[in-house]
């Protein structure tokens, strides 16, 4: 039963490249979130999603980043013209039901993490 | 908006002893779901324990438990008999109860168990 899977597991980007991180769900799992780590750092929200909606972006940059969760296959975190600033490690986690009141955990299953460096 | 609040950035402690980390949390409501993650070297984030805010009985899981003060807004993790495997980041976390929402951590508490 394989749980959150990411990759890649480390990506190097030089400035202005862009890089794509993605994620693909526990089985059954609908509800996806990613999170940002910076080094000595809690994990800071950046964006919630279902398949096909966005359902909270309010963690998300303004410029630069994007999420989306197609109905087939991984979600996607796309960062365009990559910064220093964006080097840190970002994970993703789903649920089967989300968060509310339809799960009984509360629950989220995280993946091992991607690793962003920017040159 | 919720704030967690760990206040304790390290830690250090002897094999089999006792530690408690602690955390406070700042939330206007009333439902809502604690947890303790564990983060080791791998980077992999583990659930070690959860506790819903309705229930008054602290939560415990073998060697972890909780103590929960919700009127104080305070929720702490006992580790008992630690381990060297329990050498790890700790991050407390909250989320709201009844409507899907993030989880939101704090900034975490560096464990090391000495041998």
């Known amino acids: 039963n394989a749980g959150v899977m990411q990759n890649p597991r480390h990506l190097v980007r030089r400035r202005g490249q862009e890089a794509r991180l993605r994620c693909s769900p526990m089985?059954?799992?609908?509800?996806v979130y990613w999170y940002r780590q910076l080094p000595e750092e809690g994990l800071k929200f950046m964006v919630y999603?279902?398949?096909?909606?966005?359902?909270?972006e309010s963690g998300m940059p303004k410029e630069r980043f994007s999420a989306e969760f197609p109905k087939e296959g991984p979600s996607i975190l796309r960062i365009q013209q990559v910064v220093r600033g964006d080097s840190a490690a970002y994970f993703c986690?789903?649920?089967?039901?989300?968060?509310?009141?339809?799960?009984?955990?509360?629950?989220?299953?995280f993946g091992e993490g991607s690793r962003l460096t920017v040159l | 908006a919720q704030t967690v609040t760990q206040s304790q950035p390290e830690m250090s402690v002897q094999e089999a002893e006792t530690v408690t980390l602690s955390c406070t949390y700042d939330?206007?409501?009333?439902?809502?779901?604690l947890f303790w993650y564990k983060q080791p070297p791998s980077r992999q984030m583990i659930l070690v324990i959860r506790?819903?805010?309705?229930?008054?009985q602290n939560a415990t899981e073998n060697r972890f438990s909780v103590n929960f003060q919700k009127a104080a807004k305070s929720f702490s993790l006992k580790i008992s008999d630690s381990q060297l495997g329990d050498t790890a980041m700790y991050f407390c976390?909250?989320?709201?109860?009844?409507?899907?929402?993030?989880?939101?951590f704090g900034k975490g508490t560096r464990l090391h168990i000495l041998p």
């Open positions: 506790q819903e805010a309705y229930k008054q």
């Open positions: 089985k059954g799992h609908s509800h």
């Open positions: 986690a789903s649920s089967k039901s989300g968060t509310g009141a339809s799960s009984n955990t509360g629950e989220l299953f």
């Open positions: 939330t206007s409501e009333n439902n809502y779901y």
């Open positions: 976390a909250f989320m709201k109860m009844n409507r899907d929402d993030k989880i939101i």
């Open positions: 999603l279902q398949k096909e909606n966005i359902i909270d």
